[in-house]
């Protein structure tokens, strides 16, 4: 689902620069209502930066970010709270908070008397309601997955950042977490996400965002960009997409010889 009216958020021409290195050079999205937004690329490319960005931790050296009509420069970190809920690859929480407790923390920009409804509800999407009272730091890595995920959805933001959400999943847990995250995209959520997994984006993602050495070297719909010949170039390893059969769309294999 795409809207017609102005991006949700969009950036443009955005450079990040530390000492000499040229982290980000001059990228631009946007996304839309209802619109889930991958970006991709190997590792030193620069995804985790542009999530920053346009999360508004990291301001860039050059180029503009905007949260509907506002640049980001204009929102304090109130606002940016009520504007966006992120998600990072690692959440570290040393204290002996409860699950209930940790997810109840993305309430903490609104304090609203919706406060508790919006904690449930975040909590029985995420299938943690039977955990509440469980010691965060006790439970396993998938288990604090989505409860960090069910903290940032209590947030009731329209915008949701995800960094790589599904890197410490199995199998099940990411097809279960990225079937929650697309029907928030289908209910008119606005997602952008960081992946390594190619076969998650094909799957799930409207469009997709490509990144390496800090250039976005393309973007469309999956069937676009993840192309054998551009996947190929950009991760230095032959890469084949083939389909299946008829019910699923293509999937992305690396083949077992790089490329001459």
């Known amino acids: ?32 209502r209802g619109e889930l937004v991958a970006i991709l690329g190997p590792n030193g490319a620069g995804k985790s930066t542009l999530l ?52 109840e923390m993305g309430r903490g920009p609104k304090l609203g008397a919706d406060d508790q409804n919006l904690v449930e509800s975040a909590m029985l999407r995420l299938d943690v309601s039977a955990m509440r009272n469980r010691l965060y730091r006790s439970l396993s890595i998938g288990e604090q997955a989505r409860v960090s995920m069910a903290r940032i959805l209590a947030q009731d933001t329209q915008l949701l950042l995800l960094d790589e959400p599904t890197a410490v999943l199995d199998i099940g847990q990411q097809e279960k977490l990225m079937r929650i995250v697309r029907s928030l995209v289908d209910e008119g959520r606005t997602v ?42 950009i991760y230095e390893h032959r890469i084949d997409v083939i389909k299946v059969n008829d019910d699923t769309g293509p999937i992305v294999i690396p083949s077992p010889r790089s490329r001459d």
Do not use: W
Request: hydrophobic share 40%; charged share 15%; proline share 5%.
């Open 192 to 233: 952008i996400a960081v992946f390594h997994d190619l076969n998650v984006a094909m799957s799930f993602a409207d469009r997709v965002i490509l990144l390496q050495n800090g250039k976005q070297v393309a973007s469309g719909t999956p069937r676009e960009t993840l192309t054998p010949a551009t996947l190929s170039s």
């Open 52 to 103: 920053g960005v346009l999360a508004g931790d990291l301001e860039p050296d050059s180029g503009s970010v905007h949260f509907g009509n506002r640049q980001i420069s204009q929102l304090d970190n109130r606002e940016l709270a009520r504007t966006r809920a992120v998600l990072p690859q690692r959440v570290n929480i040393s204290f002996p908070y409860s699950v209930e407790e940790v997810v």
């Open 1 to 32: 689902m795409t809207s017609t009216t102005s991006p949700v958020i969009k950036c443009e021409n955005v450079s990040v620069v530390r000492g000499s290195a040229t982290i980000l050079q001059q990228v631009s999205l946007y996304a839309n």
